[in-house]
T-cell receptor, first 116, second 116 residues
Framework: ETGVTQTPRHLVMGMTNKKSLKCEQH?????MYWYKQSAKKPLELMFV???????ENNSVPSRFSPECPNSSHLFLHLHTLQPEDSALYLC???????????????FGQGTRLTVV | AQKVTQAQTEISVVEKEDVTLDCVYE???????LFWYKQPPSGELVFLIR??????QNEISGRYSWNFQKSTSSFNFTITASQVVDSAVYFC?????????????FGAGTRLTVKP
């Protein structure tokens, strides 16, 4: 079983749909992240949760709504998305939210999202 | 603002060749952390190395080596005797200590293709 698991792996949705991405980590970490990887942009941090509290919202549009019910699970709720939101959405976790101080992030395999 | 530049978009080598992936960073902080990740076709980012700004000692791990030079703000990655399995996209990332050290800023990545 991989450390960080994301489901689904692929998702196609219409602009009026509502869907959710799920991330689960089995590493005992306390911080979880959502990143967006688009074809023409570097990886972008979207949200950070540390001990279930949101500590970072990187100016993400409200059509993306994160939820962190506990330290092991992270969701990204999607509604009324645009075609330009099509991307690979990567979840990550780390021991705590202080990357670099003896801590690195571990990533899942991502959800490939296509908005039609 | 922190910034990471990977000037090489794509590199193609033949198996057993050595290859160096360049990474140049910008930061105003005196304490910061540098990372390298590998992204194979399966999608997940695989952690390779973490380095803090106070440790300029170069590191070798098997066929992988890293050259950190603060004087040129570079953190280059060399693969010796490359193999087909090394084919992937490689990302360099920077995290600053302080309030925003939960944010890794990634470079655009270098796609490495190793041909048999």
């Amino acid at each position: 079983e991989t450390g960080v698991t994301q489901t689904p792996r692929h998702l196609v949705m219409g602009m009026t749909n509502k869907k959710s991405l799920k991330c689960e980590q089995h590493l005992g970490h306390n911080a979880m992240y959502w990143y967006k990887q688009s074809a023409k942009k570097p990886l972008e941090l979207m949200f950070v949760y540390n001990f279930k509290e949101q500590t970072e919202n990187n100016s993400v549009p409200s059509r993306f709504s994160p939820e962190c019910p506990n330290s092991s699970h992270l969701f990204l709720h999607l509604h009324t998305l645009q075609p330009e939101d099509s991307a690979l959405y990567l979840c990550a976790s780390s021991q705590d939210g202080r990357l670099g101080m003896n801590t690195e992030a571990f990533f899942g395999q991502g959800t490939r999202l296509t908005v039609v | 603002a922190q910034k990471v530049t990977q000037a090489q978009t794509e590199i193609s080598v033949v198996e057993k060749e050595d290859v160096t992936l360049d990474c140049v960073y910008e930061t105003r902080d005196t304490t910061y952390y540098l990372f390298w990740y590998k992204q194979p076709p399966s999608g997940e980012l695989v952690f390779l190395i973490r380095r803090n700004s106070f440790d300029e000692q170069n590191e070798i791990s098997g066929r992988y080596s890293w050259n950190f030079q603060k004087s040129t703000s570079s953190f280059n990655f060399t693969i010796t005797a490359s193999q087909v399995v090394d084919s992937a996209v490689y990302f360099c990332a920077l995290s600053e200590a302080g309030l925003r050290n939960n944010d890794m800023r990634f470079g655009a990545g270098t796609r490495l293709t190793v041909k048999p």
